[in-house]
């Protein structure tokens, strides 16, 4: 174990923030906006039938839970492997590991001068990666130093693997908070964006996952999606942008015009764009930029990847 808590603090966050997560997961095609297929395509049909599957499925995560970073989908908070859960700890920042099957800590690792977290770690074959906002303090002439702190830990031990600095401008927004929007065997896209509007843009960074080393910066660009060979983003114009992972060299480039949008990685092989005042939802091919699936005026924003 790596940095464990105190006993102390241990006992006061178990008291303090003692909860229980319940997530019901409804497949229905239904409430994916429904619909026949198209004359000439072929409907999928499902490997099992539809009464094997239980009405209201269930999973119950027990124990002395940190404090969640978002109230939105437990995706959002936790992130599942095989025997342990990964989340944010906001009160001894880092990340901390939970048994599924008892939901007790398994290890905890603080990140030194860690401040904001949001979303979930990710976690890539053996490792866990997490982004924090960190704050340097300054002393006398100097002021404080903002970055962001990138860790890889051993996911079952959580031991430290690579730690990489991101230096942040000035003018940053100090309001904006990293993310990790994707990790594989090869890289990590990491942005960092202000909630809400902000005059500052976005900034994104891809490192090599198994060293840490930053292959590209871009301050013009919210990472939203990262395939093998394609991060996909977008700038403070609105432009939705594809750039390399190899060399960060811009593949395409598409203004899809949908107001304030909302984007997503809804899985391997698409990007999700849906426009707030559209109403619709693209289904875009990160590889290309070109539309795999256009809505119209149903939004798809309750649907989840199902394979």
Known sequence: MNAMHS???????????RTAFVVGVLCAVAACGGGHPSEGSRAIKPKAPAESFPETPTARFQG????????????DV????????????????GVTAFRLDSGEIAWHTAVPDGGTVTQAPRLSGEKVIGAFATTEEGSGTYADRRGITVV????????TLWT?????????????????VGADARHVLVASDAPG?????????????????????????????????????????GDFVGRSTADGAQLWKRDL??????????????????????????LIDPATGATRL???????GECHYDG
Do not use: C, M
């Open 64 to 75: 002395a839970w940190p404090s969640p970073v978002s109230e939105n989908d437990l995706a």
């Open 197 to 237: 509007y902000s005059e500052a843009p976005p900034l994104s960074a891809l490192l090599d996952a198994r060293t840490g080393r930053v292959v590209w910066t871009d301050t013009d660009f919210e990472g939203v999606d990262l395939e093998r060979s394609v991060a996909v983003g977008v700038r403070d114009d």
């Open 7 to 17: 006993t102390n603090q241990r006992n006061a966050v178990g008291r303090r923030l």
């Open 78 to 93: 936790v992130t599942l492997g095989a025997s342990l859960a990964y989340t944010y700890d906001q009160d001894d920042v």
């Open 164 to 180: 990489r600095e991101i230096s942040v401008d000035k003018d940053a927004d100090p309001t904006a908070v990293p993310h990790v």
């Open 257 to 282: 015009r949908l107001g304030e949008a909302r984007t997503s990685d809804p899985g391997p092989g698409l990007t999700w764009a849906d426009g707030a005042e559209a109403g619709g939802t693209l």
């Open 294 to 300: 256009d809505s119209g005026d149903t939004s798809l």
């Open 152 to 159: 890889a830990l051993d996911a079952g031990t959580g031991a």
